[in-house]
């Protein structure tokens, strides 16, 4: 049986739990949280893991997992992966975005090689990792990535302010540049750019279009990609986690396949 570890107990880890309390192959044995979820933690894990503990640090478990799952957010990297990493204990990571910043990247690699283990990179809330990550071995050329979102979805980000959200009447590019910068100035927004830049041509040369777009309820993703193994296109209308519309509801199964994968007989 594999014993898993989580962090954070939001909408992401709770989903994740309802679909794992019946597989008889995983055994959450623990939640990281900080201090002032602990009360909503223990009243979360009551309902669909009662078998683990709410914790606020690895060492409170006062035992070793077998894997650690991060779904908490980018604070979460430097305060509970790496130091896992250096432990020896292989890490799945949901927070893609974070590496953007190439210090993380950096630090997150280093510690991994010092604990002799990996860190695991999840796809998230797009699809195609896989062959764009073929691709590269061969030869990329070229990998654009275009986002777009119901208008409100940007609120709160450079482009509210920038435009007027609420008054758009049609879809409206509101960036154009490279992932990096994309990262930079849309940080909520980086994962699935930053997932496409690791495993294709990087963050500097992975263009970015982001769209507001106030006739779309969904979140669509489109990727192509073109090199020395030919070319392709993906496009994905992404519905929303129930319990979080800001998030993808293809980010949570992307979790539960990467832990599957590691406890079953079986992987694909």
């Known amino acids: 049986m594999l014993k898993v570890a989580m962090i954070g107990c939001g909408a992401i880890c709770t989903s994740v739990l309802e679909i794992l309390k019946n597989d008889a192959d995983i055994s959450v044995s623990c939640v990281i949280v900080g201090e002032a979820f602990r009360a909503a933690a223990q009243d979360t894990l009551a309902r669909v893991a009662p078998q683990a503990k709410v914790v606020t640090t690895l060492a409170e478990a006062g035992e070793r997992p077998d894997l650690l799952v991060e779904c908490a957010g980018h604070s979460a990297l430097a305060e509970h992966v790496i ?77 509210d302010g920038a435009f007027d959200l609420d008054a758009l009447t049609e879809p409206t590019v509101i960036f154009e540049g490279s992932a990096g910068e994309a990262a930079r100035l849309y940080p909520k927004n980086a994962n699935v750019a930053a997932t496409l830049s690791l495993a294709g041509v990087g963050l500097d040369k992975t263009q970015v279009r982001l769209i507001a777009d106030p006739t779309s309820k969904e979140n669509v993703h489109h990727v192509q990609a073109s090199g020395a193994f030919g070319s392709f296109e993906l496009t994905m209308r992404g519905r929303p986690l129930a319990a979080n519309p800001k998030t993808s509801a293809l980010t949570v199964y992307s979790v539960v396949r990467a832990i599957g994968n590691l406890a079953h007989a079986v992987a694909i």
């Not at 690699?109 to 061969?138: H, N, P």
């Open 83 to 159: 130091p896992a990493l250096q432990q020896g204990i292989p890490c799945v990571v949901v927070s893609i975005g974070a590496l953007s910043d190439t210090d993380i990247a950096a630090k997150l690699e280093a510690a991994a090689r010092e604990g002799k283990t990996q860190v695991q990179l999840l796809s998230g809330a797009i699809g195609g990792i896989d062959a764009l990550a073929a691709a590269r071995i061969g030869g990329l050329d070229s990998v654009v990535y275009t986002g777009r979102k119901p208008a409100n979805a940007w609120k709160d980000t450079p482009a």
